[in-house]
Antibody, heavy 119, light 110 residues
């Protein structure tokens, strides 16, 4: 079964750091670009970061550029999001989402991990 | 990058059709045929319904259809069913590596 499973979300103080993980299974990890998408509870989806199949290309939304870093580890079939200088407005449910093979739609999603930035 | 504009809500009776618009700019919706649509039920992850404007992944009923004209994409749900009550989001490629989502539309089945 094709699956993505996020972990690492917790309560963190403003200005703090956190690393999210996303474990992939059931598909050839290296074939796909991967993304992080977040959603404030009760609000809409926000794309925040992309990494291509081999990690050679990354992209970020302006809202997180310079503070967040996306990476991937083929040996562990895992995607990561290093989040620094966290702000209250980063509080959200963070999803990892797989990019279609040869496409630009998010065809597989995890269930999300909740990050709360609060003092 | 600003979110694509969707109406906050839409509704229809069972069996009817509802169409949701998704308006962007020449830099996103109008510039690429890479518009996708997602359905999200409460407490669940989004699910891909439509990709590349009008293509359906396997398993998605043909009641769901997509189209695009200029800077506006549309999702039509025909033959509304109770289980179609959910939030719907559009998304578009913005550049070779960046994406943007729509503001979301809550569909109510009356």
């Amino acid at each position: 079964e094709v699956q993505l499973e996020e972990s690492g979300g917790r309560v963190v103080r403003p200005g703090g750091s956190l690393r999210l993980s996303c474990a992939a299974s059931g598909f050839i990890f290296d074939d796909h670009g991967l993304n992080w998408v977040r959603q404030v509870p009760g609000k809409g989806l926000e794309w925040i970061s992309f990494i291509n199949w081999n990690g050679g290309s990354t992209a970020y939304a302006d809202s997180v550029k310079g503070r967040f870093t996306i990476s991937r580890d083929t040996a562990k079939n895992s995607l990561y999001l290093q989040m620094n200088s966290l702000r209250a407005e980063d509080t959200a449910l963070y999803y990892c989402a797989r990019l279609q093979l040869l496409g630009d739609a998010f065809d597989v999603w995890g269930q999300g991990t909740m990050v709360t930035v609060s003092s | 990058q600003s979110a694509l504009t969707q109406p906050p809500s839409a509704s229809g009776s069972p069996g009817q059709s509802v169409t949701i618009s998704c308006t962007g700019t020449n830099s996103d919706v109008g510039g690429y045929d890479f518009v996708s649509w997602y359905q999200q039920h409460p407490g669940k992850a989004p699910k891909l319904l439509i990709y590349e404007v009008s293509k359906r992944p396997s398993g998605v009923p043909d009641r769901f259809s997509g189209s695009k004209s200029g800077n506006t994409a549309s999702l039509t749900v025909s033959g509304l069913q109770a289980e179609d009550e959910a939030d719907y989001y559009c998304s578009s490629l913005v550049s070779s590596t960046n994406y943007v989502f729509g503001t979301g539309t809550k569909v109510t089945v009356l």
